[in-house]
């Protein structure tokens, strides 16, 4: 178990050092520089002219399209506004899509600055998992943040054993065809909206079922993220 455990958190810092570095044209901290590919080995490193899966070459493709390496920071629509988010802390909150009401949390680091753009780093739960489970107990993502400066987001799956519509895979999201990709697309365009966000170093990481997820979404919502890190889950 502890094995297993520090496996899992090595996967996750690959996703964490990516969204970490303070400037996307510089090679992140244990991931991989000009050209090479990182995060689980599912999704290549948007750095240095690296391409992330789906995404674009020159410094990586985040939502709002493709940059430069060198350029500065394309920041959201959220920049500049105040927020009610909790610095240091992280908040629950909830928004409507596809007829349901779906949950997550949002944890910024104690240093957030609303006019300086951070990466964000969104964490899907394993099936039968949660968002508060992912953060709290197996994850350590928000620790991470905290020390490496970036916003992480722990969005819930549905149903009363919660899963993910992978495809083909699992529970009842599957089952009642629940529009998940759709969700985090609204979930990244809500948070982008809030708070000040580098458009160009968005990432998605998942563990079973929330990998599969991500494969997913690096296939159909590309457009959003830098890179993708799955954790023991399929292409479903």
């Known amino acids: 178990m502890v094995t297993s455990l520090r496996r899992r958190a090595a996967c996750f810092a ?3 050092a990516l969204a970490g570095c303070g400037d996307s044209s510089t090679s992140p901290t244990g991931g991989a520089g000009g050209g090479g590919s990182a ?6 490193a948007a ?3 690296g391409t992330a899966q789906g995404g674009a070459a020159d410094g990586g493709s985040g939502h709002g399209g493709a940059a430069q390496g060198g350029a500065p920071a394309n920041g959201s629509s959220g920049c500049g506004s105040a927020t009610d988010y909790a610095l240091g802390s ?3 909150d909830d928004l409507e899509h596809g007829g ?8 910024l680091p104690p240093g957030y600055d609303p006019n300086v ?10 099936g039968a998992g949660s968002g508060e489970q992912l953060e709290t107990a197996s994850s350590g993502m928000s620790e991470i943040a905290d020390a490496e400066g970036f916003i992480a ?3 819930d799956g549905t149903g009363a054993i919660k899963t993910w519509n992978a495809g083909t895979c699992c529970g009842s999201a599957v089952s009642s065809n629940v529009d998940d990709v759709g969700f985090i697309g609204a979930l990244l365009d809500d948070v982008e909206a809030s708070l000040c966000v580098d458009l160009r170093r968005v990432y998605a990481a998942g563990m079973s079922n929330g990998a599969m997820m991500t494969h997913r979404l690096a ?3 590309p457009q959003h993220f830098a890179a993708f890190g799955p954790v023991a889950g399929a292409d479903a």
């Open 100 to 107: 349901l009401t779906r949950s997550f949390r949002v944890h």
């Open 153 to 155: 987001v722990y969005p």
């Open 219 to 221: 296939c159909e919502l």
């Open 39 to 44: 995060a689980g080995g599912a999704g290549g």
């Open 47 to 49: 750095s240095e002219g």
């Open 90 to 92: 992280t908040t629950v």
């Open 14 to 16: 690959i996703v964490a």
């Open 117 to 126: 753009p951070l990466p964000v780093v969104v964490m899907l739960h394993g």
